[in-house]
Structures are given as C-alpha cells and as structure tokens.
C-alpha cells in the first residue's frame, strides 16, 4: 500500500459502516493507494475476498500482495460485467471513494491542478481518447454551457463559454496557465481559485463522465448486495452526493420515490444512521478530507 499516492478518507469511519463479515466478499470500487482495501482484508479470515477496481495505470502498480484480493484494471461502471465473469452474483458490500486522488493532483503531468503548468489532460484512464483539451477546443457553445452549469454550478457560464470559444478561434488551447490566463479577466475578485476549481471540476467530470458512471455504479450495487450487506460512499462534492442520498432515499435519482400500480415503493436501501464527515483530527492530518461526506445503506 502507497500512502503517499492517496491518503484513504474517513478510514476507519468507511469500515465500520461496511460491517466487514469475516469471510464476506467486498468490492472496493476505487483502488487508490490500497488504503481501504487493506483495512478490509485486515477484518477478512482467510474465506473472504475483496474485488478492487481502478482504472489508472499508476494505481495498479500499489497492488497488496494478498490472494484474497482480486485487484482489476476497469472503470467500475462495468462491475457486472467483472462479477459474472468470476462467478461472483453477490457480494457483502461495496465501498466507493469518488474523490480524485492525491496522486493525480500532485502529478504535474496530468493537469488536474490549477497549480501546475501542464497540458490539459484530467483522463482518469489515460488510454481513453477524449481529454481536457479535445472538450476546451471542439465542444460547441450549447455543450459547453451544460457542462459549467449543471457540472461546475458556475453563475457566469455563459462568459465562460464565450471567453472560451473567442479565444480557441484565434489560437488552441492546450497548457492550465494558459486556460487560467484567459479566465482571469473573467473572475471573481473574491474567491478566484474556488471560481477556477469550479471549472476544472466541470471540465474534468465531462472528460471522465463521472456522474453517469456514479449513477451505474448505485444502481449496480443494489442489485448485487446481499440482503443486510451495506453500501459506503464518500462524495466530495454536492452533486456527487446528491446521487448518492437520492438513490438511498428514493431508489432512483429524482426528488420522489417511485411505486408500483399496487403502490409499493420501490426502495433497494435503508439508510444507516447520518452522514459523517472528518474529525477534527483527521482535518488536521489531512486538509484535502475538508469536503468528504460518507453515507451509508443496507440492502433491504
């Protein structure tokens, strides 16, 4: 386990919600560093087994070197697929941090941060095709408008795209400094690096399509927990964990529960007691843990 690729948030919070069985089998849907996975296996006897899934290169190379662990190269999206075909149709539970890792934000070559001068990239999976620059230079006005507002909740989308689409014109965009040189006429004179994360996260969800495969993921994992197995989710940002607590809530991702024509609702989940965020504690060991929610469900 790397500690230094990702520090785990909420650790021991997330495996306490997972109610870890001792010879259960668990999904890890995003590897990381290892660092939850190996607080699962740390509770496992030797029956149990923990089905990991990452889909950066340079997290498969923490790999724990345990058998009960199955780590697999792949977006979690396709989680269904990976079970069927080792045979597994259920399991006890299923933990999912959605939070980029340290690792990708202090990679200089990745360009997740506003920080360092790189191409812009923000591929999770970097042997897919469509990255930063491909939707800064190709996407039209329209496509542009719904990412920064409905994925970067940004007021002033509008200037944004216009800004964006005037200056790609004349000359690509391709380097952070130079896409944050650009904006800067553009910004808040207060809260200038929250306005610039806002777009980065707006950017780097459409690149990663992020909340659609959150919503496969929930929907998944519902379908294949075992009755009491739990489900824990660690969301940093609101629309990341609106999915989450709808999908709880309600069995889908709108504001109302659906029924039947008989009138059941059709609820996959309980939730199990409220949502936690850091400790003070961990605030202080881990500063970038300041937005981290963790909810947790049971399969009813």
């Known amino acids: 386990m790397n500690n230094k690729y990702h520090n785990p948030v909420l650790l021991k919070e997330s495996i ?21 996975t190996k607080e699962i296996l740390n509770n496992l006897n030797s029956k149990g087994k923990v089905i990991a899934f990452d889909q950066d290169s340079d997290a498969i190379k923490n790999q724990i070197d345990d058998n009960r662990l199955k780590l697999i190269k792949s977006n979690f999206k396709y989680l269904s697929n990976h079970l069927k075909y080792l045979k597994i149709n259920k399991i006890d539970g299923l933990l999912a941090d959605f939070g980029i890792s340290s690792h990708q934000i202090d990679t200089k070559t990745r360009g997740f941060s506003i920080r360092f001068n790189s191409d812009l990239d923000m591929r999770m999976n970097i042997n897919q095709k469509k990255d930063a620059k491909h939707i800064l230079n190709n996407y039209s006005s329209e496509e542009l408008n719904f990412i920064f507002r409905n994925f970067g909740e940004i007021n002033n989308y509008k200037k944004v795209t216009k800004t964006i689409v005037t200056h790609r ?24 690096n929250k306005f610039l994360a806002k777009i980065f996260q707006a950017i780097r969800i459409e690149v990663n399509d992020e909340l659609a495969v959150i919503k496969k993921l929930l929907e998944d994992t519902s379908q294949h927990l075992n009755k009491g197995g739990r489900l824990v989710c660690i969301s940093y940002h609101s629309l990341e964990d609106r999915l ?6 309600n069995g889908n991702f709108n504001k109302e529960v659906e029924s039947d024509i008989y009138g059941n609702k059709n609820l996959h989940l309980k939730k199990i007691g ?12 881990n500063t970038r843990s300041r937005s981290a929610k963790l909810r947790i469900a049971e399969k009813i």
Not at 19 to 33: C, E, R, S
Not at 169 to 192: A, E, M, N, W
Not at 244 to 249: D, P, S, T
């Open 274 to 285: 409220k949502i936690v965020t850091p400790s003070e504690d961990e605030l202080t060991r």
């Open 16 to 36: 306490k919600g997972l109610k870890v069985l001792p010879n259960g089998i668990y999904v890890d849907a995003t590897y990381g560093g290892g660092g939850h």
């Open 169 to 192: 014109s004349q000359k690509k965009i391709v380097k952070t400094t130079d896409f944050i040189k650009l904006l800067k006429p553009i910004c808040p004179s207060r809260g200038y």
């Open 244 to 249: 989450v607590k709808r999908y709880i809530q």
